[in-house]
């Protein structure tokens, strides 16, 4: 668009949904994702801000009338680029729709605002005595709606599922800009073609979630974790599939290698032994008599081989535990100012393959590499750390890239555990799905959005580059 047309977008909207609800095209905050430190940026025409979902349903009518390009954007968070406007067109912010709308303790459920922050959400269930699992580390940051498009997990994924298992009913918007509700308050829904579960999972690119309906649980009364930390990897995995064989169901169960821990010892909240290479930490949660026999449990079976195991006890010692394991991420980028970052996932017995292997690509493309991730749901963030102002170095990690997602697929895995597509791994579907399951995808792309505008250019299962 020239500057005049997006001048003349500005004014268009301003006049729709209200002259405090649009910004600049060039208002940078709303440019760019999690993936800025690969120098992942955009450009867009204009920012819209609206107020509820009759504004979006309002701006989506216009965009789809005048063959705008919109994109949704939640907290900005996300690792895949997949909220940064490639090359034009609406940034639509869902920051000011964040309201709790119904909360409903006795039956463990609530409807809330797509914009809703995730940590508000679990802490208003919390508040109440419940407990909404989804705990992406981007808590603070992520948004409900931003959650279910990425269909987001987290470490206690591994107990209670992705958060699309925790989603009853969606309010969204869909092309060419109507107000659409899919479920609800319900417990069980069988009944059509499960459209609610093809939005959720689906990076924007079908639909606008302007607010959902939530499952609850009773918070757990107590939560136990512990790290465990080992000399290789080897005996670390070892301990994780004994986990698993020793029948106990731990609530995370999540892993540093050796150099995800090299980035973050100093931030630990107590001495990491000078031998450590590899990190187990596992949860134990539950009423406080069950969450002291899981805990005893994983710190028999985890204990198998370890060097030594951290097992805080009371609130602040847990508390700090998480929030290291929460910036983790943060810390390994702090090592060089940025890195590529991809969430490939593998069959758990084929995790320790998958972390040797990580770094072998690493080294074959001389890049520092680590990975840490989600070790029960066989999930990597397999990382490159570069200098993201040395485009040589980007370039070798976004090579590297590539073999990981071929490993990922070679170990009968996915490029994505939990991150999406975006646009970092457009066309690497194709490396994993039947042709005829790509052609459904496409079909049901052109059926949510006939011209196109839904978030242009991000989750392409293939790209011309496949077909070259
Ligand atoms: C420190 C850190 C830790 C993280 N930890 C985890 C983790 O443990 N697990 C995990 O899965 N992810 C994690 N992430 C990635 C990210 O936080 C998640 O993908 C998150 O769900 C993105 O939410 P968001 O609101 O920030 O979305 P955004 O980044 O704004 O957008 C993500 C995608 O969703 C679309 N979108 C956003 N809102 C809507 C909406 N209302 N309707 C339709 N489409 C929409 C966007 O267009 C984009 O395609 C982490 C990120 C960081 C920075």
């Known amino acids: 668009m020239t500057a005049t047309a997006s001048a003349s977008l500005e004014r268009e909207l301003r006049k729709l949904i209200g002259e405090d609800a649009v910004l600049p095209g060039t208002t940078r905050a709303y440019l760019s994702d999690a993936t800025e430190s690969r120098n992942l940026k955009g450009r867009a025409d204009a920012i819209a801000l609206p107020k509820d979902a009759d504004q979006v349903a309002e701006t989506v009518q216009w965009c789809y009338a005048h063959d705008v390009p919109i994109i949704p954007r939640g907290g900005g968070s996300g690792f895949t680029g997949g909220c940064v406007p490639l090359d034009g067109g609406l940034v639509l912010s869902l920051e000011r729709i964040n309201k709790m709308r119904h909360l409903d303790p006795g039956l463990w459920r609530a409807a809330a605002d797509a914009g809703m922050i995730t940590a508000d959400l679990r802490r208003r269930a919390r508040e109440n005595g419940l407990f909404y699992p989804p705990d992406p580390g981007s808590a603070e940051q992520s948004q409900l709606g931003g959650n279910i498009a990425t269909n ?7 107990k209670y599922g992705v958060n699309g298992a925790w989603i009853t009913g969606l309010e969204v918007v869909l092309a060419p800009g109507e107000l659409v509700r899919l479920g609800g308050p319900i417990r069980k829904d069988v009944a059509g073609y499960d459209l609610k579960s093809l939005l959720i ?4 690119t079908l639909g606008i979630v302007t607010a959902a309906w939530v499952k609850l649980i009773p918070a757990p009364e107590a939560t136990l ?20 064989a020793s029948g106990v169901i731990p609530a995370a169960l999540e892993y540093l290698d050796a150099g995800a821990i090299a980035a973050t010892r100093g ?9 450590a290479r590899f990190m187990v930490i596992a949860d134990a949660d539950g009423s406080t008599d069950e969450a002291a026999r899981i805990h005893a449990e994983l ?21 700090s535990l998480w929030r290291w394991r929460d910036g983790a991420s943060q810390g390994v980028t702090a090592q060089r100012g940025g890195k590529v970052s991809e969430d490939i996932v593998v069959p758990v017995d084929r995790l320790q393959e998958a972390i040797e292997k990580t ?4 080294h074959r493309h001389d890049l520092e590499t680590c990975s840490w991730g989600h070790a029960g749901d066989g999930n990597l963030h397999s990382t490159f750390m570069i200098d993201p102002d040395d485009p040589q170095e980007l370039h070798r990690a976004e090579e590297a890239a590539h073999e990981l997602f071929a490993l990922a697929v070679e170990l009968k895995g996915s490029i994505s555990g939990e991150h999406g597509v975006g646009l970092v791994k457009n066309g690497q579907l194709a490396r994993q799905w ?3 399951a790509i052609a459904m995808h496409e079909a049901i792309k052109q059926a949510f959005d006939p011209k196109g505008l839904l978030n242009p250019g991000k989750k392409l299962a293939r790209t011309k580059a496949n077909d070259d």
Do not use: Q
């Not at 999972?201 to 924007?204: A, R």
């Not at 909240?269 to 031998?275: F, G, H």
């Not at 198998?304 to 508390?319: M, W, Y």
């Not at 770094?359 to 690493?362: A, D, W």
């Open 267 to 275: 931030a630990f909240p107590t001495d990491v032994p000078d031998e």
């Open 359 to 362: 770094v072998e690509i690493g």
């Open 299 to 319: 710190e028999d079976t985890l204990g198998e081989g370890a060097l030594l195991i951290h097992a805080p006890t009371n609130t602040r010692d847990i508390n």
């Open 201 to 204: 999972g689906s990076e924007g």
């Open 225 to 244: 974790p512990l790290a465990a930390f080992y000399e290789d990897t080897e005996t670390g995995c070892a301990a994780i599939e004994s986990t698993f």
């Open 434 to 436: 039947e042709p005829k």
């Open 152 to 158: 987001a997990g987290g470490p206690h994924a591994f």
